[in-house]
């Protein structure tokens, strides 16, 4: 009888053991859910405070000229898209407030972390994101461009991230690339640094 006690116990503690990782196991899945749902609200809030940001400018027509057959071209967008001075492959970080690194721009999907594939020319900057929403930015919108290790939460080694600041509207953003070939960085930063300065420069003479 103690024999058949003992093994009747330790089944039903195996059953025992068996519901509380049950139930720990489903109250970390109900904690995990509501942070997610914490972080969805809290995205749609950013979103609705950044409702005042314009919409992106789309990319150029590489093979036209003229906007939807005939029109003119939308303002701020170019007619051509240039001869490409520099181009990159690589991951889109994220982009902020100018100079505030973890104020996380969300609006029109600036958000969303993705791969990219940029091209700079004369008429300005192609952001070309799969997955993701394309933009572009029009070289008389170009601030600066600078090494840094860190935007939108996102943190890697120093001089690891390509930062382009530019205007959009009346804000003033940071975006962060990184190329699958970080030496590749230096040569955006003089890129963008010279044909901002001979802007400048041209604008001042006039």
Same mark, same amino acid.
């Given at each position: ?8 116990? *330790? ?7 068996? !519901?509380? @990782?049950?139930?720990?196991? /489903? ?19 950013? %979103? ?5 940001? +314009?919409?992106? !400018? /789309?990319? +150029?027509? $590489?093979? #036209? ?7 003119? +071209?939308? $303002?701020?967008? $170019? ?5 490409? @001075? ?13 100079? *505030?690194?973890? &104020?996380?721009?969300?609006?029109? %999907?600036?958000?969303?972390?993705? @791969?990219?594939?940029?091209?700079? #020319?004369? *008429? ?5 994101? +799969? %997955? ?5 930015? $029009? /070289? ?11 935007? !939108? ?16 509207? &009346? ?8 190329? &699958? ?18 802007? #400048?420069?041209?604008? #001042? !003479?006039?």
């Amino acid at each position: 009888m103690t024999l058949i006690n003992l093994a009747a116990e *330790q089944k039903s503690a195996e059953v025992t053991d068996w !519901a509380a @990782r049950l139930g720990w196991v /489903a109250g970390l899945l109900l904690f995990i859910a509501f942070v997610y749902w914490l972080m969805r609200q809290g995205w749609k809030w950013r %979103g609705s405070l950044q409702s005042g940001l +314009p919409e992106l !400018a /789309a990319l +150029p027509s $590489p093979t #036209t000229t003229l906007n939807g057959g005939g029109k003119p +071209p939308l $303002p701020g967008m $170019p007619e051509q898209p240039g001869e490409a @001075r520099l181009e990159l492959s690589g991951r889109y970080h994220g982009s902020t407030t100018a100079g *505030q690194w973890l &104020d996380r721009i969300v609006a029109h %999907g600036l958000g969303t972390r993705s @791969r990219v594939e940029l091209t700079l #020319t004369d *008429q300005g900057l192609a952001v070309v994101r +799969p %997955g993701a929403n394309d933009f572009f930015i $029009p /070289a008389a919108d170009l601030r600066e461009a600078r090494l840094d290790k860190g935007i !939108a939460g996102k943190v890697l080694a120093e001089g690891g991230l390509l930062i382009v600041t530019w205007a959009h509207g &009346d804000a003033l953003l940071d975006s962060g690339f990184r190329s &699958d070939h970080a030496a590749e960085h230096a040569a955006w930063v003089e890129a963008v640094n010279t044909m901002n300065h001979a802007r #400048t420069t041209e604008g #001042t !003479a006039r």
